[in-house]
């Protein structure tokens, strides 16, 4: 019998970790990614919990530890940049314990994609247009390429996910803003020292520095209503509402703005709640982000790859009933991503306190947590 062809849209920690496993296990696997190429850059992400266990039978834990950051503690500094207070970061360590690592987003991705490249088939530069479901599979036209027929897609393409708009419906119906953006960067130096990130407050913002092995990451996260008009890829305008955001509220570390107005490596978007009834339609079914996003601790990546392994053995165990393993995987995630969500309160709290009552109770809570 000939393998089942799948399509997975986005060449990111989901779907590079689903065409690994998928392609593993005999199924046919095309990667569609709209970008010319891998990205270079990218905040740092955790691998955690369930995910380490995946990472590990994939061989390619000893990667990442080579490129693991060496980061342990969190720190808080008041506006003239003394320190207040901190937390160890094995505060939020998961069932992984000393075997979890903290990677740059990029080199996670890259990594993963390089353990799947040898079986399946990555398009550079071509994205989806249209999906039309059959009987037994679904017929895709693509920006560049030729229409071809796939017995599923999976949309692994994030927060602004072109699978989810084609098959569900439009990304109002599924996003939902959650009161604040943030903004990261590459920056010439950074504040601590290779084991510390230094995190400064103002009522609403939150401004931090993450060492990054020697290649420092800036971190923006402010409280805002949705911006009027707002497009995730408007540089001009992410600039601009980061200026307006912290300008007079940096004291010494002003300068990191400065770094802001002239980026061109910014990335920025709203903290956004993905939320939908169901993952699957048909042959089509959502994986990562792009079916349930919300997270301020990197817990999207180690979600993506427990996902992406859970949907990988479900269509696996029965792959000529694929609508069967869709409901199971969906079923097995959840259990997973609703913890997850329902704790986005609780880190907003903590990194982004709403006054200066709330900055000197978090202080006082992490000095209380360290004793």
């Known amino acids: 019998m000939m393998s ?72 808080f500094v ?134 990054n092995r020697g290649k420092p990451l800036a971190a923006f996260m402010f409280r805002r209503s949705a911006a009027a008009g707002f497009d995730h890829r408007a540089t001009d305008l992410h600039k601009r509402l980061v200026d307006e955001a912290f300008a007079g509220t940096l004291g010494p570390f002003a300068n990191y703005l400065d770094e802001v107005r002239t980026a061109d490596d910014l990335f920025f978007d709203s903290v956004s709640r993905v939320r939908l009834p169901h993952w699957t339609t048909g042959r089509i079914t959502l994986l990562g982000d792009a079916g349930s996003s919300l997270s301020l601790f990197g817990d999207g990546s180690t979600l993506a790859i427990a996902g992406a392994h859970t949907l990988a053995t479900e269509l696996s165990a029965t792959p000529d009933n694929l609508p069967a393993a869709l409901h199971r995987y969906e079923h097995r995630h959840r259990t997973l991503v609703r913890p997850k969500q329902r704790a986005f309160l609780l880190a907003s709290k903590l990194l982004v306190p709403t006054t200066r009552a709330g900055i000197t109770a978090r202080n006082t809570a992490a000095r209380t947590l360290t004793r």
Do not use: C
């Open 78 to 211: 008041d506006a003239a940049g003394r320190r207040r207070a901190g937390l160890s970061l094995r505060t939020f360590q998961s069932s992984g314990g000393d075997r979890e690592v903290e990677v740059p987003r990029a080199e996670l991705a890259a990594t993963l994609l390089s353990a799947a490249r040898d079986a399946a088939e990555i398009r550079w530069g071509d994205t989806i247009t249209a999906l039309t479901p059959t009987p037994d599979g679904v017929d895709v036209r693509f920006e560049h390429a030729a229409d071809e027929h796939f017995d599923l897609v999976v949309g692994a393409d994030g927060l602004h996910s072109t699978v989810r708009r084609l098959a569900f419906g439009p990304e109002s119906e599924f996003v939902r803003h959650m009161g604040m953006y943030v903004a990261t960067l590459p920056v010439h130096r950074a504040i601590g020292d290779e084991r510390e990130v230094v995190m400064l407050n103002a009522p609403g913002r939150a401004f931090s520095v993450h060492p």
């Open 4 to 75: 089942k062809s799948v399509l997975i849209s986005g060449a990111g920690v989901a779907g590079s970790t689903a065409a690994y496993w998928l392609s593993r296990n005999g199924f046919r696997v095309t990667v569609v990614e709209r970008a010319a190429g891998e990205r270079s850059s990218g905040n740092p992400v955790d691998v955690r919990g369930p995910a380490v266990d995946v990472v590990e039978r994939m061989g390619i834990m000893p990667r990442l530890r080579e490129v693991a950051s060496a980061v342990d503690r969190l720190t």
